[in-house]
């Protein structure tokens, strides 16, 4: 599913037009980005929680040459699914 399937669907099950499916949509989507940005958890009960975690910086190795590379140490999003989408999805 693209965010335009979404959209569709949105719209859908709202009985709202795709216009408005698509800035509800938009609107979540800036304020999860602005949120995570923060560095703060947004929990959705019963879908799941996205957070952001640090990954310490690590070695890698080149498949290629099987030299080592250095990698530097990064903030990532991380989601756990909720109770009921596992459920859902098993």
């Known amino acids: 599913m693209n965010k335009n399937d ?3 669907s949105i719209a859908h099950s709202a009985q709202i037009s795709k216009i408005a499916a698509e800035r509800g949509l938009n609107g ?3 304020t999860l980005s602005a ?5 703060k958890r947004v929990t959705l ?14 070695t890698g190795r080149n498949p290629k040459t099987g030299e080592t ?3 530097p ?3 990532v999003v991380k989601f756990r699914p909720g109770k009921e ?6």
Do not use: H, Y
Request: proline share 8%; aromatic share 6%; net charge positive.
């Open 6 to 8: 979404l959209i569709e």
């Open 85 to 90: 989408l596992s459920v859902k999805v098993q």
């Open 73 to 75: 140490p990064r903030r």
């Open 69 to 71: 590379v250095p990698i």
């Open 45 to 58: 009960v019963g879908f799941g929680s996205f957070s952001v975690v640090a990954r310490a910086p690590r």
């Open 35 to 39: 949120a995570m940005q923060e560095g």
């Open 28 to 30: 979540l989507l800036s």
